[in-house]
């Protein structure tokens, strides 16, 4: 690789459109039905905001009166329907989703909340980020008028797993009473946010053009002064990308800066560029484990990403056995990610960041390139990971609760109970009905601590 | 309250010093702190099950009468603090600048243990007509490094609170705290008082054993009575009459099965099963890696294998172990040292 110069500000955000009438709108399907993005995102939100302010002044009158009459007559307050409160966005990465909506909201003067991939989203989470902003408005609200805002939450095909449970609920939640517009972004069509498709308008996002996309780079170009990359450069790095736009910038900022090569170099440059775009996890992944074979492009590939590495080696962790099926590669590349893991718990123990690089090349070259065999081919479904250490001794509540009773009769720790005392009572409540009854009468249970009792014991069969 | 008591080990928990059954010179060395109203700290050592903390809260409980409940408290040290527990302890080591004193605006460096669950307690005036209060504290040895803050708590705080520290493994404590204590030795029950024992039970239960099946189940709760009296109850779940076969059929049902299934299907080599399997069982039993390895080390050395493999696979399980100290994500770890018993079942 040529030696990098400076960069200065990355051209993704210099040239992230400031308005939409001076942005390559990609095309949009719904219900296989071509729509205009430019026509369907503001009328979502005008009218969302003018159906809102009607059903907040009917609420109103609901609400008084129901202060002063019966409990009878009481009427249910009016919601809007949820279609008109949210919609979903879907596309592949880099085609300006969330640049259209950070344009829209610049035009219609504006705010947006965004939350994506990297916050985690459990239900509290989103809850006390966004379901206080979307119920309430703000006190200046009421002294002057302030800007009004979109709820963005990007990337809703990474939500997954115990890490973000209870999100999809609470988004739909969410949608029921928000007082502001939501946009959904997602990349890939997922099976685990199908209530969610149910119940909002889904737009198809396609990817732009090529004439389009030559006509914003060469503008781009222009404005840069950037002489030195020819045609053939340019289609090259544009077929490369698929019509993501914001690899196809980041991939020509860096070729601007090269120069004086000779034709073959520079071929090899932007060839090598193309794993540098920020890439989603899925595909991250599937090229760790099925296209990289050098340890320097394992390199490139995790260093360029956008991805967090405190979060990928849990999802190498994950899908290790899916990629690697023959047990010696298998067995020397946990070896790998095993140690790799250590080094990074004496990283953030002691503090010593100078072993990062190990961390690095261990657990993400190291563990693809173990194998001796042949790349497994073949498209395989990538994993999330399922599973965090860290909750291991989190309790829900009717086991807390359970854990309580019990601790009144027997004062034992709780790690006792697990290991010794609950497996125990278990088997007495297996040998009949009357046992358990005895025993939830005796530790006075409700239904859900009593389940608890019997439901282990299914699974334990 | 006796009768409706489901659980036979509770049923047949000793409710006074005497009742305490074949520990005949540390009842008597006891009951003499009691009569003199005083005694040194205490630290019991004794495996597992054996009834450590049966004793010592039996103990203070006479020790302090009437004025118990306030002035006892048992700490477990293997519990770890909660989250409210570890924002308490940060908001607590922080002395308000608004306070008159040298230490006003300062950061005070306890571990947050002994800040949240030792200090509020030890700190605290005697309430009633007894000398001091007493602490009990669990597994002591899994303490670490927090037990260096035990030192100083037990000199200042000496006279106001006695502490009864428990361990099993009395290797695993540090040797200032020792000489700071009494110890007590507390061996395993004497086969012929075990037997007593268990006999009793059997007869207020009208159960009918012979001497045979008493000493399997000696052989198989180790000399543990708590364990013994849960065999014991789960027996008679078939009937009053209990031979060998039936003890050996309800024996079977203690053993965690799991940890068997875990070990045999990653010697089969089948990854992704064996991953689901001790998935499943960390969150049902809330074992830590540590605990988790320990298990299997039991089940390995059970298994009919040569000493050279044995030999090989304790190596193994030893360095996975070592390597989940250091380690972020215990999950990883134990992938890895599936991942080795596959090959290793192959070579097999």
């Given at each position: 690789?040529?030696?990098?110069?400076?960069?200065?500000?990355?051209?993704?955000?210099?040239?992230?459109?400031?308005?939409?009438?001076?942005?390559?709108?990609?095309?949009?399907?719904?219900?296989?039905?071509?729509?205009?993005?430019?026509?369907?995102?503001?009328?979502?939100?005008?009218?969302?905001?003018?159906?809102?302010?009607?059903?907040?002044?009917?609420?109103?009158?609901?609400?008084?009166?129901?202060?002063?009459?019966?409990?009878?007559?009481?009427?249910?307050?009016?919601?809007?329907?949820?279609?008109?409160?949210?919609?979903?966005?879907?596309?592949?990465?880099?085609?300006?989703?969330?640049?259209?909506?950070?344009?829209?909201?610049?035009?219609?003067?504006?705010?947006?909340?965004?939350?994506?991939?990297?916050?985690?989203?459990?239900?509290?989470?989103?809850?006390?980020?966004?379901?206080?902003?979307?119920?309430?408005?703000?006190?200046?609200?009421?002294?002057?008028?302030?800007?009004?805002?979109?709820?963005?939450?990007?990337?809703?095909?990474?939500?997954?797993?115990?890490?973000?449970?209870?999100?999809?609920?609470?988004?739909?939640?969410?949608?029921?009473?928000?007082?502001?517009?939501?946009?959904?972004?997602?990349?890939?069509?997922?099976?685990?946010?199908?209530?969610?498709?149910?119940?909002?308008?889904?737009?198809?996002?396609?990817?732009?053009?090529?004439?389009?996309?030559?006509?914003?780079?060469?503008?781009?170009?222009?404005?840069?002064?950037?002489?030195?990359?020819?045609?053939?450069?340019?289609?090259?790095?544009?077929?490369?990308?698929?019509?993501?736009?914001?690899?196809?910038?980041?991939?020509?900022?860096?070729?601007?800066?090269?120069?004086?090569?000779?034709?073959?170099?520079?071929?090899?440059?932007?060839?090598?560029?193309?794993?540098?775009?920020?890439?989603?996890?899925?595909?991250?992944?599937?090229?760790?484990?099925?296209?990289?074979?050098?340890?320097?492009?394992?390199?490139?590939?995790?260093?360029?990403?956008?991805?967090?590495?405190?979060?990928?080696?849990?999802?190498?962790?994950?899908?290790?056995?899916?990629?690697?099926?023959?047990?010696?590669?298998?067995?020397?590349?946990?070896?790998?990610?095993?140690?790799?893991?250590?080094?990074?718990?004496?990283?953030?123990?002691?503090?010593?960041?100078?072993?990062?690089?190990?961390?690095?090349?261990?657990?993400?070259?190291?563990?693809?390139?173990?194998?001796?065999?042949?790349?497994?081919?073949?498209?395989?479904?990538?994993?999330?990971?399922?599973?965090?250490?860290?909750?291991?001794?989190?309790?829900?509540?009717?086991?807390?609760?359970?854990?309580?009773?019990?601790?009144?009769?027997?004062?034992?720790?709780?790690?006792?109970?697990?290991?010794?005392?609950?497996?125990?009572?278990?088997?007495?409540?297996?040998?009949?009905?009357?046992?358990?009854?005895?025993?939830?009468?005796?530790?006075?249970?409700?239904?859900?601590?009593?389940?608890?009792?019997?439901?282990?014991?299914?699974?334990?069969? | 309250?006796?009768?409706?008591?489901?659980?036979?080990?509770?049923?047949?928990?000793?409710?006074?010093?005497?009742?305490?059954?074949?520990?005949?010179?540390?009842?008597?060395?006891?009951?003499?702190?009691?009569?003199?109203?005083?005694?040194?700290?205490?630290?019991?050592?004794?495996?597992?099950?054996?009834?450590?903390?049966?004793?010592?809260?039996?103990?203070?409980?006479?020790?302090?009468?009437?004025?118990?409940?306030?002035?006892?408290?048992?700490?477990?040290?293997?519990?770890?603090?909660?989250?409210?527990?570890?924002?308490?302890?940060?908001?607590?080591?922080?002395?308000?600048?608004?306070?008159?004193?040298?230490?006003?605006?300062?950061?005070?460096?306890?571990?947050?243990?002994?800040?949240?669950?030792?200090?509020?307690?030890?700190?605290?005036?005697?309430?009633?007509?007894?000398?001091?209060?007493?602490?009990?504290?669990?597994?002591?040895?899994?303490?670490?490094?927090?037990?260096?803050?035990?030192?100083?708590?037990?000199?200042?705080?000496?006279?106001?609170?006695?502490?009864?520290?428990?361990?099993?493994?009395?290797?695993?404590?540090?040797?200032?705290?020792?000489?700071?204590?009494?110890?007590?030795?507390?061996?395993?029950?004497?086969?012929?008082?075990?037997?007593?024992?268990?006999?009793?039970?059997?007869?207020?239960?009208s159960l009918e054993l012979d001497k045979e099946v008493i000493k399997s189940i000696y052989r198989i709760s180790e000399g543990k009575i708590s364990k013994a009296i849960d065999l014991l109850q789960i027996s008679s779940l078939m009937g009053n009459k209990i031979d060998t076969n039936v003890l050996f059929e309800s024996s079977k049902k203690f053993k965690i099965e799991e940890m068997n299934k875990i070990v045999l299907t990653s010697f089969k080599g089948d990854f992704k099963k064996t991953r689901e399997?001790?998935?499943?069982?960390?969150?049902?039993?809330?074992?830590?890696?540590?605990?988790?390895?320990?298990?299997?080390?039991?089940?390995?050395?059970?298994?009919?294998?040569?000493?050279?493999?044995?030999?090989?696979?304790?190596?193994?399980?030893?360095?996975?172990?070592?390597?989940?100290?250091?380690?972020?994500?215990?999950?990883?770890?134990?992938?890895?040292?599936?991942?080795?018993?596959?090959?290793?079942?192959?070579?097999?």
């Amino acid at each position: 690789m040529a030696k990098k110069k400076i960069y200065d500000i990355p051209w993704v955000e210099k040239y992230r459109p400031k308005s939409i009438k001076d942005m390559a709108i990609p095309t949009a399907k719904l219900n296989r039905h071509k729509v205009s993005l430019v026509e369907e995102l503001p009328k979502f939100i005008n009218n969302f905001f003018n159906q809102k302010e009607m059903i907040n002044k009917k609420n109103q009158e609901i609400r008084t009166f129901n202060r002063n009459c019966l409990e009878k007559e009481k009427k249910k307050k009016i919601e809007l329907p949820q279609e008109k409160a949210a919609i979903l966005l879907e596309g592949q990465p880099g085609i300006g989703k969330t640049s259209i909506v950070y344009a829209l909201a610049n035009d219609l003067n504006m705010e947006v909340i965004e939350t994506n991939a990297s916050d985690t989203r459990t239900r509290d989470a989103l809850e006390s980020k966004l379901k206080e902003t979307a119920k309430s408005k703000g006190i200046m609200d009421f002294i002057s008028e302030t800007k009004k805002k979109i709820i963005l939450i990007d990337e809703v095909d990474g939500i997954y797993g115990t890490k973000d449970r209870g999100a999809v609920p609470t988004i739909i939640d969410l949608s029921k009473n928000t007082q502001f517009p939501i946009i959904l972004c997602a990349n890939e069509y997922k099976l685990n946010l199908q209530s969610l498709y149910n119940s909002i308008p889904r737009y198809e996002v396609n990817p732009l053009s090529k004439d389009e996309v030559y006509k914003i780079i060469n503008r781009i170009l222009k404005k840069e002064n950037v002489e030195n990359i020819i045609q053939e450069d340019l289609e090259l790095i544009i077929n490369k990308n698929e019509g993501d736009l914001r690899g196809i910038l980041n991939d020509l900022q860096a070729l601007s800066q090269i120069s004086n090569e000779s034709p073959d170099e520079r071929k090899k440059i932007i060839m090598s560029l193309h794993r540098d775009t920020t890439k989603e996890i899925f595909s991250i992944v599937r090229d760790l484990f099925q296209s990289v074979n050098t340890l320097n492009e394992a390199r490139t590939l995790t260093n360029k990403s956008d991805v967090d590495y405190n979060f990928l080696y849990k999802w190498i962790n994950e899908n290790l056995p899916t990629f690697i099926q023959n047990k010696e590669d298998l067995s020397t590349a946990f070896e790998y990610l095993s140690i790799a893991d250590e080094i990074f718990g004496r990283i953030k123990k002691n503090m010593q960041w100078s072993l990062l690089p190990y961390f690095y090349d261990l657990f993400a070259g190291g563990v693809a390139l173990t194998r001796k065999g042949n790349i497994s081919k073949g498209y395989r479904t990538v994993n999330f990971p399922r599973y965090s250490t860290s909750s291991s001794f989190s309790l829900n509540t009717a086991e807390k609760s359970l854990i309580e009773k019990i601790q009144e009769k027997y004062p034992i720790s709780q790690s006792e109970i697990f290991r010794d005392f609950l497996p125990f009572l278990k088997i007495i409540t297996e040998s009949s009905r009357r046992n358990l009854k005895n025993l939830s009468d005796w530790l006075d249970l409700n239904a859900k601590e009593k389940n608890l009792l019997k439901k282990t014991q299914t699974s334990k069969k | 309250m006796i009768e409706d008591n489901p659980i036979w080990r509770l049923k047949y928990l000793p409710k006074s010093l005497s009742d305490i059954y074949g520990r005949k010179p540390l009842i008597s060395q006891l009951k003499e702190f009691i009569k003199s109203k005083n005694f040194p700290h205490l630290l019991f050592i004794g495996s597992e099950g054996i009834g450590k903390t049966t004793i010592a809260r039996i103990f203070s409980k006479e020790f302090l009468g009437n004025y118990f409940n306030v002035n006892f408290k048992l700490v477990y040290a293997d519990v770890p603090l909660t989250q409210e527990e570890r924002t308490k302890a940060k908001s607590e080591a922080y002395v308000s600048t608004s306070k008159i004193g040298s230490m006003a605006g300062k950061r005070i460096t306890t571990p947050a243990f002994i800040q949240v669950k030792i200090k509020p307690f030890v700190q605290l005036k005697v309430l009633g007509d007894i000398p001091f209060k007493i602490l009990i504290v669990k597994n002591f040895e899994t303490l670490g490094s927090n037990q260096q803050g035990f030192r100083r708590l037990m000199e200042i705080y000496g006279s106001n609170c006695r502490m009864i520290l428990l361990t099993t493994k009395i290797s695993g404590i540090i040797d200032p705290i020792i000489s700071r204590c009494q110890l007590f030795l507390i061996p395993q029950l004497k086969y012929n008082k075990f037997e007593n024992l268990i006999i009793k039970i059997s007869e207020q239960e009208s159960l009918e054993l012979d001497k045979e099946v008493i000493k399997s189940i000696y052989r198989i709760s180790e000399g543990k009575i708590s364990k013994a009296i849960d065999l014991l109850q789960i027996s008679s779940l078939m009937g009053n009459k209990i031979d060998t076969n039936v003890l050996f059929e309800s024996s079977k049902k203690f053993k965690i099965e799991e940890m068997n299934k875990i070990v045999l299907t990653s010697f089969k080599g089948d990854f992704k099963k064996t991953r689901e399997l001790f998935r499943n069982v960390l969150s049902n039993y809330k074992y830590n890696a540590n605990q988790f390895y320990q298990k299997i080390l039991e089940v390995i050395i059970k298994l009919p294998l040569s000493r050279y493999e044995k030999c090989k696979l304790i190596n193994i399980i030893g360095d996975a172990d070592f390597r989940a100290l250091d380690g972020r994500d215990s999950d990883i770890q134990i992938s890895s040292l599936i991942s080795k018993f596959n090959t290793f079942g192959e070579m097999m």
